[in-house]
């Protein structure tokens, strides 16, 4: 033989002897190795690793974090920081008075013409009377005029050293009421925000493990700190985590629903608290301005262009007349049912959020007769629903984002998504659109979470465009909601940070938005899930963008 051929042989050999040593290296290390590569293990929890442990577990403690939406993370926590400054008081009566407060005109007329801007200067004082040297109070200003079913919000412009201007455009003839409620003084909305970013326990995740005929609740949450063995639903890419201990002789992925309830639990001191009974939130500020008059003035329309996604949304974004939602900044159709039936037809449309868009699919059937449910044999309220025309091809379906999810209901988790991975799986084309909502669930936890949620559906959406540049992307904005629900945990000084950090992230991205804080502040709605004349206009606006 050759010395050629016995080298070769040798090579062969050595090759053979190394590759069967890094088998079984790899086979050895296997469970360590798993958890750190980025490819995800498929479960009930789609596109989530699943594992147990035993230690105390952090939110995201498991995930190797990403320097770019950490720094981003970080970045928005700064100027929110800023934003709501700590305020701390020893006494109430330092606090902000809406009796003791003085709002005054500018350059007040007898008579304003429609399309004017009204401007108003508020001087905040506390109930001592003395003035106060900074701002930051949580006000909403509306506009109204309740024979014309008409109103729209106004533009509060806070100079930081205890005066606001307060700016109302006048988009109606008629005689017009003003009103500007002092929600929370600035002391309480400092306490609110330190409240909510001190702790993950204001509710209670209690998660169903089913074997067979039996059943098992455990505790669950967005972080627990318990010594049992826990199951960690982890996703690696998006950083997104949730724990549940772990039944005796139960696996993890046994888990089929959650279920939760408010955890008897306050970060507030007592002389917090105080600033949050009824009688101090949401009081008018302005009882000695009498109602003014707004005449036409011959002021003609300005034709703006048809609403189309990637347009930036004003403040106000429009006003309502006679129920009616009429936008500022582009020319809107009124869709009837035959014009919605168009627009429907060969359409494939997602709505993707909470029940403030599930609240779209039940109203959609009431006007478009055609439009009939497919049973597709979930149970309970927060199923997935599927409305389908099979003689016009449309198909809309809702589905519920996931964790945090609030509801007393018991609600399947066999199916769960969080909004990125469900925008992963959709093609799109012309013919696709999405509408996406979430924020009320959010409120009691730390805005961490939202944050780092609003980025990953806007990186979602940008992959999205990436392979289908002509879908739909419409961003709906939260609702306001009822003014003495416990604002600790649910109240609309949480919201509406939500709703400024959502329009900071979504900004310069090619989606419409439905800014429906705004609407519904106009509409003087304060049901978080709004009566069907609001819903219906919402849903006019939706079609405005995809049509």
């Not at 106060?132 to 050293?161: H, I, Q």
């Not at 168009?342 to 007769?369: A, E, N, T």
């Amino acid at each position: 033989m050759s010395s050629t051929a016995m080298l070769q042989k040798m090579l062969v050999l050595i090759a053979f002897l190394a590759g069967t040593w890094m088998i079984f290296v790899i086979y050895q290390n296997s469970a360590k190795l798993w958890p750190a590569a980025n490819v995800a293990i498929s479960l009930h929890h789609q596109n989530a690793y699943l594992k147990s442990s035993t230690p105390k577990i952090s939110p995201l403690s498991l995930l190797k974090p990403s320097t770019e939406t950490e720094l981003r993370i970080k970045e928005i926590m700064e100027k929110l920081n800023q934003l709501i400054p700590p305020r701390p008081f020893t006494d109430v009566n330092t606090t902000t008075s809406a009796t003791h407060s003085t709002a005054t005109i500018l350059n007040p007329r007898d008579t304003y013409c429609r399309g004017d801007q009204l401007d108003i200067l508020l001087e905040v004082r506390d109930h001592l009377g003395r003035r106060k040297e900074y701002g930051r109070d949580f006000l909403r200003a509306r506009m109204s005029s309740p024979a014309l079913k008409a109103g729209a919000s106004g533009k509060v412009t806070d100079f930081n050293n205890g005066t606001y201007l307060i700016s109302f455009t006048l988009f109606w003839e008629g005689q017009v009421s003003l009103s500007l409620l002092l929600i929370h003084p600035s002391e309480g909305a400092s306490a609110l925000w330190r409240a909510r970013n001190q702790g993950y326990d204001k509710i209670i995740f209690k998660g169903k493990f089913v074997n067979g005929t039996t059943h098992i609740f455990a505790e669950c949450g967005l972080t627990l700190n318990s010594s049992a063995e826990l199951c960690e639903y982890l996703d690696n890419r998006d950083e997104e985590a949730f724990y549940c201990e772990k039944p005796q002789h139960l696996p993890c992925e046994a888990l089929t629903h959650i279920t939760t309830r408010n955890r008897e639990i306050s970060y507030l001191t007592a002389k917090e608290k105080s600033l949050f009974d009824k009688s101090k939130v949401g009081v008018e500020m302005m009882k000695d301005l009498k109602h003014i008059d707004v005449s036409q003035c011959n002021n003609g329309e300005k034709v703006e262009e048809k609403c189309q996604v990637g347009m930036k949304i004003p403040v106000p974004s429009g006003y309502t007349l006679q129920k009616r939602w009429i936008t500022t900044f582009c020319s809107q159709i009124q869709f009837n049912t035959s014009k919605i039936n168009d627009c429907l037809k060969g359409k494939l449309i997602y709505l993707l959020g909470d029940s403030m868009l599930r609240q779209w699919i039940y109203y959609l059937p009431k006007v478009i007769k055609t439009l009939k449910f497919f049973d597709l044999h979930g149970t309970g309220l927060f199923k997935k629903h599927l409305l389908l025309d099979a003689e016009r091809h449309t198909e809309i379906q809702w589905k519920k984002h996931s964790y945090p999810f609030v509801t007393f209901q018991l609600y399947s988790v066999i199916d769960e998504g969080y909004i990125p991975r469900e925008l992963d799986r959709i093609s799109g084309d012309k013919d696709t659109a999405i509408a996406i909502t979430f924020g009320q669930h959010f409120r009691p936890f730390p805005i961490d979470i939202f944050i780092r949620r609003t980025i990953s559906v806007r990186k979602a959406i940008e992959r999205l465009f990436l392979r289908s540049p002509t879908t739909k992307v419409i961003i709906k904005t939260e609702n306001i909601r009822e003014m003495h629900i416990e604002g600790e945990r649910f109240g609309d000084f949480h919201g509406y940070i939500q709703y400024l950090i959502m329009k900071d992230i979504f900004k310069d991205l090619n989606v419409g938005v439905i800014d429906a804080w705004d609407m519904t502040i106009a509409y003087g709605n304060d049901n978080v899930h709004p009566p069907d004349h609001v819903v219906g206009n919402q849903i006019n606006m939706f079609l405005n963008y995809i049509c």
